[in-house]
């Protein structure tokens, strides 16, 4: 038999956006060390659905961490405590038996709550349909090999990349700014050949965007570095401002 | 394009950035300054007096100084101002990773220490009148400026707030620094660490110079208050 915890939960309730919302207390019993923390959540929606409740609300869909639906603010922590997480891959082992955990939605005004955990993050989908794509030219395509990058680029590119659009760093940003996110997106194409035809609009309109949805502005805290479940590094902000300087003059 | 640059997050925080990057130059020019009083009164009066007689050069960068001052205040007003509304919703646990120094979780607190501070400071050594003899003797000596200034640091009132303000400043400019690399994008990743450590070495610096010239009277002169 697995080793099993029993935890109680106060968790973010909220019918719709109208909804001012408020905490409400779960205990959960005998949830196995080995369940992820959705699987955790599963356990206590069943139990609700069992007692007639309305179960949680909560984004997921790979549960592998890698598509960037899910996401809660766990205990002040966006993904929960542990470093380059996703909510869906932290596991109730780093939890002890008798602990409270607080469950809250990602707080920003571009990110309104839909249903408790659930936020809309399509303020994200605007700003990538204004820079988040790259001209190529029609007919045959191109060998492979027919555009030379450079190692390091390619190498900054990607991780840039790997930004999964988790929202996790607007999240832990102490000014819900999405500059880790849009500095992500400027990176992956300002770095390659591929990206240089819309280089100066891509920074220009992504900006606008970001500022239009009603983000914060970054103060350099570095909290979504710390919170990015991919590792997204802050120097893709420092390439973000660089990038939008460079398109101003 | 200078209006929608004036209008956007970033070109407003590289406004308050630049305009700090000039505050702080001439941060390091008045400490050159103040360290003269390390060289007596004769030299640091002369010091004084010398930059009285710029004249007109004086009376622009003043003026210039002081637009500074409003342009950084005012553009940070309007940064902090659309960062505040961003989040109207709070967080029931707060918790912050280990990325987020003190200096950056103090700056609204050191920004407004400094703002008082200026304020008393111009009061105290800007308008005052220097030819007030009664301000200027120290043991029957009429020193002038570097009396007032020694006059002034006797008060331990006056020298623990100008300490307190200094730890401001160091804490303010050990952010500061950093950030202006970042904002400008000057940062690579590789550097971030060194910019870091770099940043709070200067900082700390300057306060603990500019801390040092209360200390130095309050050891040499004696404190009012064991008079």
Known sequence: MDKTISLTLKVWRQKNAEDPGKFELYPVKDISIDASFLEM?????????????????????????????????????????LSKTT?????????????????????????????????????????????????????QAPDAHATAVSKPDADLSMDAAQCIGCAACVAACPNASAMLFVGAKVSQYALLPQGQVERKIRAQAMVSQMDAEGFGACSNEYECEAACPKGISVSNIARLNREFLRSSI | ???????????????????????????????????????????????????????????????????????????????????????????????SSAQRSLSTRLMPLTGTVLLVFIISHLIDFKFIDVNNTLLAVVEEHNLGLYGIVVNSFRNPFTSTWYMIAMIAVGSHLSHAIDSVFQTFGLNDGDTHRGLHKSSVIIGTLIALLFGSIPLYVLLTHGSLLQQ
Request: aromatic residues 8%; positive net charge.
């Open chain 2, 1 to 95: 394009m200078l209006a929608k640059f004036l209008k956007s997050s970033i070109g407003r925080k590289q406004i308050v950035a630049v305009s700090g990057l000039l505050l702080m130059l001439f941060l390091v020019f008045h400490l050159s300054v103040n360290l003269g009083i390390y060289l007596g009164p004769h030299t640091y009066n002369l010091l004084a007096h010398r930059l009285e007689q710029l004249g007109p050069v004086r009376v622009v960068a003043e003026a210039g100084l002081t637009g500074l001052f409003l342009i950084h205040i005012f553009f940070t007003f309007l940064v902090v101002k659309a960062s505040r509304r961003a989040r109207k919703i709070g967080y029931a646990v707060q918790s």
């Open chain 1, 41 to 81: 959540l599963d356990v206590l929606n069943e139990q609700l659905v069992l007692e007639g409740q309305v179960p949680i609300a909560f984004d997921h869909d790979c549960r592998e961490g890698i598509c960037g639906t899910c996401g809660a603010v766990v205990n002040g922590r966006p993904h929960g405590r």
């Open chain 1, 87 to 139: 909510l869906c891959q932290l596991h109730m082992r780093h939890y002890s038996d008798g602990d409270t955990i607080v469950i809250e939605p990602f707080r920003a005004k571009a990110f309104p709550v839909v249903k408790d955990l659930v936020v809309d993050r399509s303020s994200f989908d605007r700003i990538v349909r204004k820079g988040g794509y790259v001209s190529v030219r029609t007919g």
